[in-house]
């Protein structure tokens, strides 16, 4: 059965980082595509970050562009999310993604708040 567990959310002042962890179990991913997507207050779900399986290929919400890093460890199938420079309309549930061809998986979600 896969699993994605995330980490890393949390509350944070305008300007901050945030770190966030997805950890994905129960199969290989290899030629998964991994990301993140967020929901804010009232909104729809949105993308956020991804990359592919060599990391080099990685794509950004230009909402975020200059702001986040997205990179994976493969031997872990783990993805990361490095914030910076974090701005109160970050806030939104992150949810990590792992894409292959005929399936997709999410992870439950983690909460990120940045207070101005």
């Known amino acids: 059965q896969v699993q994605l567990v995330e980490s890393g959310g949390g509350l944070v002042q305008a300007g901050g980082s945030l770190r966030l962890s997805c950890a994905a179990s129960g199969r290989t991913f290899r030629s998964y595509d991994m990301g993140w997507y967020r929901r804010a207050p009232g909104k729809e779900r949105e993308f956020v970050a991804a990359t592919g399986w060599s990391g080099d290929n990685t794509a950004y919400a230009d909402s975020v562009k200059g702001r986040f890093t997205i990179s994976r460890d493969n031997a872990k199938n783990t993805v990361y999310l490095q914030m910076g420079s974090l701005k109160p309309q970050d806030t939104a549930i992150y949810y990590c993604?792992?894409?292959?061809?005929?399936?997709?998986?999410w992870g439950q979600g983690t909460q990120v708040t940045v207070s101005s």
């Open positions: 993604n792992v894409k292959g061809l005929l399936t997709e998986y």
